[in-house]
T-cell receptor, first 114, second 114 residues
């Protein structure tokens, strides 16, 4: 079945450590997205990419970095500069970056601080 | 810029009762509107979407929503609640042009009582 796979499901970060969250899709979608979800806050966009080798900052990009070297992969790195990284991280994709296309979501990675 | 307001962070209904989850949007141009459902520790699943055409949109699991431009609303309804409907529901809006951003509301947690 086609879908989006996020790994790991749970991740723990030590102070001063960078961690990378994996997102892989086999839907042949051009656009991919990273969101951060905090209780009662809805979803906030971190980064998005409409095509390979190109990506743009979302609303809360500080302390995060991404790459898009392959169409099916869009890893997110949470750097030590992100002082409050504890959250649920969701990766999504859509056929294109067009506004009328629905986004499809992975099952998320929950990141906590040790 | 577009925005979404979901009225009521928590809605509780009895099994078999009508479900009504409220969503109002703000947009200077015609919007595209979406409802997503999220079960605990999972990603978001698309329930339904409005892009153009018929303003009453039917989705999965017996849900439907009506786009009312005059009221800037896109409320989600289901005639008869089932225990399996208990989840968090998110309304989201995007607009056309160069702005590909999907803006989410803060979510409404639906509880279904036996």
């Amino acid at each position: 079945d086609g879908g989006i796979t996020q790994s790991p499901k749970y991740l723990f970060r030590k102070e001063g450590q960078n961690v990378t969250l994996s997102c892989e899709q086999n839907l042949n979608h051009d656009a991919m997205y990273w969101y951060r979800q905090d209780p009662g806050q809805g979803l906030r966009l971190i980064y998005y990419s409409q095509i390979v080798n190109d990506f743009q900052k979302g609303d809360i990009a500080e302390g995060y970095s991404v790459s898009r070297e392959k169409k099916e992969s869009f890893p997110l790195t949470v750097t030590s500069a992100q002082k409050n990284p504890t959250a649920f991280y969701l990766c999504a994709s859509s056929i294109s970056g067009a506004s009328n296309q629905p986004q499809h979501f992975g099952d998320g990675t929950r990141l906590s601080i040790l | 810029a577009q925005s979404v307001t979901q009225l009521g962070s928590h809605v509780s209904v009895s099994e078999g009762a009508l479900v009504l989850l409220r969503c109002n949007y703000s947009s200077s141009v015609p919007p595209y509107l979406f409802w997503y459902v999220q079960y605990p520790n999972q990603g978001l699943q698309l329930l339904l979407k409005y892009t153009t055409g018929a303003t009453l949109v039917k989705g999965i699991n017996g849900f439907e929503a009506e786009f009312k431009k005059s009221e800037t609303s896109f409320h989600l309804t289901k005639p008869s609640a089932h225990m399996s409907d208990a989840a968090e529901y998110f309304c989201a809006v995007s607009v056309g042009g160069s702005n590909y951003k999907l803006t989410f509301g803060k979510g409404t947690l639906l509880t279904v009582n036996p």
